[in-house]
């Protein structure tokens, strides 16, 4: 999952124009939740085995004082080396795919609820609705990787789920509101069925 992280963040910018995004080690931390101590042997396991991936580079002046510097430190920046591998590896570019739809699905629903605090627009519909529920429950955002866009990530996904509840608060109604005209259609039924027989009783009397 941290290489899965790992990647999307330095190969998508947040525009998804490009396969180049050098991030600090410290920024991959805050978004990701991964801790230093999982990244690192990560990063070094990569710089061992495939050093063409990742570039890693400290501040400077952390590399005057200490030339012995761990490989990663939060202040590092890391960063795509050659993206020319890119296209040679699907299951990257799998998650870069995944990456960029799921920054212009949030930026969209984020824009939504904006909308809709304004009065300018209502709740989810379906097939958006549908869409939307797809990719949360799929791809499940957090806030940590929803503040990089904005500041907004609990109005969006409040947006969302009220937008959910609200449908299926729909559906309920109209479901009881079906059950309620079966109800009446039945009784109506019945009513004219025992007209009809008090009709025919009263004319074989006569």
């Given at each position: ?39 690192g ?121 009220t ?12 479901e ?18 025992a ?10 009397y006569?």
């Amino acid at each position: 999952i941290i290489v899965e992280k790992l990647f999307k963040q330095v190969t998508v910018t947040q525009d998804a124009s490009s396969f180049n995004r050098p991030i600090r080690i410290d920024h991959f931390l805050k978004v990701s939740g991964a801790q230093l101590n999982q990244l690192g042997p990560l990063l070094q396991s990569f710089q061992n085995t495939c050093s063409y991936v990742f570039e890693l580079v400290l501040p400077l002046q952390e590399r005057l004082e200490d030339k012995n510097h761990p490989l990663t430190s939060e202040a590092a920046v890391v960063d795509i080396k050659n993206d020319q591998f890119i296209p040679n590896w699907p299951r990257l570019i799998d998650w870069i795919k995944e990456e960029r739809d799921s920054q212009v699905q949030y930026k969209n629903l984020s824009e939504k609820s904006l909308l809709f605090d304004k009065g300018l627009t209502d709740y989810l519909k379906t097939p958006d609705l549908d869409i939307a529920l797809a990719w949360y429950e799929e791809q499940q955002p957090d806030v940590l990787w929803g503040n990089q866009f904005d500041s907004n990530y609990e109005r969006t996904i409040s947006y969302l789920l009220t937008s959910k509840a609200k449908f299926e608060e729909e559906i309920l109604k109209k479901e009881l509101a079906q059950k309620d005209k079966a109800k009446r259609n039945r009784k109506t039924l019945l009513w004219i069925g025992a007209s009809a027989v008090t009709v025919l009783l009263i004319i074989s009397y006569f």
